[in-house]
């Protein structure tokens, strides 16, 4: 078994072992080994020319890993929170998205951005952000979130492999989950269903696919309801046809999303699956945040963060006891 | 400005420098609080704190006047302190209470007090320097004054630079305050910052830079307060580079491995504290007299946190 952020650390050795163009940089991953730990070690082994710490300066990280990745390299950065995003996102979304396209098909953009996010931790209202949903509409840009160790192995080393920019989403209360690794290439942009179920489609990313499939465990043996559950893996691109090809069974969605109703994925996914199946849907439903920033206090926090029992609850309420 | 005689060449009198040495002793037996109440479970997340910066937000406090505002940072929580947050406000705060400054949302990282002129702690490295060089548009003509600090790391963030040569270029009263402790995280400050001093970077604005001894209250006051004097005519920004140390890790449980041996202590035999009692005694305090400072601070931080703690959780109203 194998730590999540353990999963992490392995694909970023495999991938600098393999392709010496690989370069990992950013604020206090090297000697430190990162704030959560997961780079520790990687200095020590591939030296400090490829692994690096950086001035606390987020824009130029990530446009010094665009130049570097139209010129040879393939950077794997790291912004230390997904709140910073904001501060690397010019580089992001007006060069690293466009490069490829712009120089018609003169350079790739080989480079991954790696950046922890998520609530729970009592971290406040800057510390606690899924920034996915600010680049999910960016053409040019994979954004990706694994929700296990397996995903976090298969997909940030096919996001390294990858030679467009790719986001790559740490959920910080995923970081001590275990798990068997495989070498099973993943494709980035593919949604997995890790649930089978006919009453309904329960769609989530990260932290909100392990509760999904509590809440649909609790479904089955207490309400009788079996619950479809897809771990999206993706903002972007989004895998609509899975969804849908589910929703075609199930006749009724429910998105399950840590972040705010308005701009979220989950009303995206769901206006796309409307566009393609609405003749399939019955019913359609957002389990999200609050629209407020999210709360340090513990009560306030726990309170704003769908759980297991928020997405039980709303399913029965939705299927009416059926 | 203050130019009583009596605690030395600083120009700070003796009963100023003893209602400092409190603030600093109070400030120091505060953040050990928090300390000892996040291991004991009582703050969660994380905290960032000032042991060994006392000096700093006590010396550059005094240099203001209500009407100022600052805009400090996560590691802000002696700033707050010394501009007159209601103590069990604070430790409310920290401890996620609905008594706290921001009500519980922020924490310990978001520290806001309007009423006592704290426009924000700020969680992203930078966003002190650009509220503070904003609040300096708002203060043109009127005599206030704006200060922002922030550390040695965030001397490397484009904020910095923007910010620096925004507020140089219309002359706003902006006071910038760079808290240098030699580390941002676990990261030496030589590692990662090019030019032998911070306060350069300033100059090249034309903004007035001055290395202080960040160690030293009186040398804090006596620079701020001349800034300040100097702000409220309108004359453009300055810059203090205030050399300091911290003595604990950066955050929660770091156990500040990092460090070279020899050099935690070496900086603490400069202890601010120790410094201003040393400076006391020398013009004729007795040590019965300084010494009150400790009973004074413990039984503050007692109450505050005692306060706090008794004091209720906000209930949420979710609404989705
Ligand atoms: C924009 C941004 N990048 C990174 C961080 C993470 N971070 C928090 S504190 C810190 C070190 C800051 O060092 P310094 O400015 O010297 O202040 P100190 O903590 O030493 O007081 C870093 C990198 C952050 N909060 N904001
Ligand atoms: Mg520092």
Redesign the interface.
């Known amino acids: 078994m194998t730590e999540f952020r353990a999963a992490i650390r392995q694909a970023l050795i495999d991938e600098l072992t393999a392709d010496p163009s690989v370069l990992v940089f950013g604020e206090d991953v090297a000697a430190a080994g990162g704030v959560f730990t997961v780079t520790k070690g990687l200095q020590e082994q591939f030296g400090s020319t490829r692994v690096f710490d950086t001035p606390i300066s987020e824009l130029a990280i990530t446009g010094a890993a665009f130049g570097a990745a139209v010129t040879g390299s393939r950077p794997v950065i790291e912004i230390m929170f997904g709140d910073f995003m904001a501060l690397a996102m010019d580089s992001l979304i007006n060069q690293a998205a466009k490069w490829r396209w712009v120089s018609n098909g003169q350079t790739a953009v080989p480079l991954v951005v790696r950046t922890t996010v998520g609530a729970g931790a009592r971290f406040g209202p800057v510390h606690c952000q899924i920034p996915g949903t600010w680049m999910q509409n960016i053409p040019g840009l994979k954004v990706v979130c694994p929700s296990n160790p397996a995903d976090a192995y298969g997909m940030l080393r096919a996001a390294i492999r990858d030679d467009d920019p790719v986001v790559f989403m740490e959920h910080k209360r995923l970081y001590l989950d275990e798990g068997e690794l495989t070498d099973a290439p993943v494709e980035l942009g593919t949604a997995r269903v890790v649930r089978r179920g006919g009453d309904v489609t329960i769609v989530s990313v990260m932290k909100g696919v392990g509760d999904a499939l509590v809440a649909a465990e609790a479904l089955a043996t207490q309400d009788g309801i079996e619950a479809e559950v897809i771990d999206l893996r993706s903002f972007r691109p989004l895998d609509v046809a899975t969804v849908v090809a589910s929703v075609e069974a199930t006749g009724r969605l429910l998105c399950v999303e840590e972040g705010a109703r308005t701009g979220g994925w989950a009303a995206g996914l769901i206006g796309q699956v409307a566009a393609d199946a609405l003749g399939s849907l019955d019913d359609v439903a957002i389990l999200c945040t609050p629209d407020h920033p999210v709360p340090f206090s513990p009560p306030l926090e726990d309170a704003a963060l769908p759980g297991p029992e928020d997405i039980r609850a709303m399913v029965r309420e939705r299927l009416g006891g059926a | 400005m203050n130019t009583a005689g009596g605690a030395g060449e600083s120009g700070v009198g003796a009963d100023e420098m003893l209602a400092m040495l409190e603030q600093m002793t109070f400030i120091r037996r505060f953040e050990e609080e928090v300390q000892a109440s996040f291991q004991r479970g009582e703050v969660?997340?994380?905290t960032h704190l000032c042991i060994g910066h006392e000096a700093i937000p006590v010396g550059l406090a005094a240099a203001l006047g209500p009407d100022d505002v600052i805009a400090t940072t996560y590691r802000g929580h002696g700033h707050v302190l010394a501009r007159g947050a209601d103590p069990a406000a604070v430790a409310a705060e920290l401890t996620?209470?609905a008594m706290?400054l921001?009500?519980?949302?922020?924490?310990?990282?978001?520290l806001t007090d309007f009423a006592h002129g704290i426009i924000g702690s700020f969680?992203?490295?930078g966003g002190s320097m650009a509220a503070a060089t904003g609040a300096g548009l708002s203060f043109r003509g009127t005599g206030r004054v704006a200060v922002a600090t922030f550390g040695d790391?965030?001397a490397?963030?484009?904020y910095f630079f923007e910010c620096l040569n925004f507020a140089a270029v219309f002359r706003l009263p902006v006071l910038f305050i760079c808290e240098h402790n030699l580390y941002?995280?676990?990261?030496p400050w030589e590692?990662?910052?090019a030019g032998a001093d911070i306060a350069a970077r300033a100059r090249v604005f034309g903004i007035d830079a001055t290395l202080v001894d960040g160690m030293d209250v009186r040398a804090v006051h006596r620079h701020a307060a001349a800034a300040v004097a100097r702000l409220r005519t309108g004359e453009g920004p300055v810059f203090l580079e205030c050399r300091t140390y911290r003595f604990v890790g950066h955050s929660r449980s770091d156990p500040a491995t990092?460090r070279p041996p020899g050099e935690l202590e070496e900086w603490q035999r400069r202890d601010p504290l120790i410094v201003a009692r040393d400076a006391l005694h020398d013009a004729g305090v007795p040590e019965s007299v300084t010494g009150e400072a400790e009973g004074t601070a413990r039984e503050r931080v007692r109450q505050a946190f005692a306060t706090a703690l008794a004091s209720p959780?906000?209930?949420?109203a979710?609404?989705?």
């Open positions: 969660p997340g994380t996620g209470r706290g921001n009500g519980g949302r922020g924490g310990s990282m978001n969680g992203i490295i790391g965030c490397n963030h484009g941002g995280e676990y990261t590692q990662v910052t990092y959780f906000p209930e949420p979710v609404t989705r």
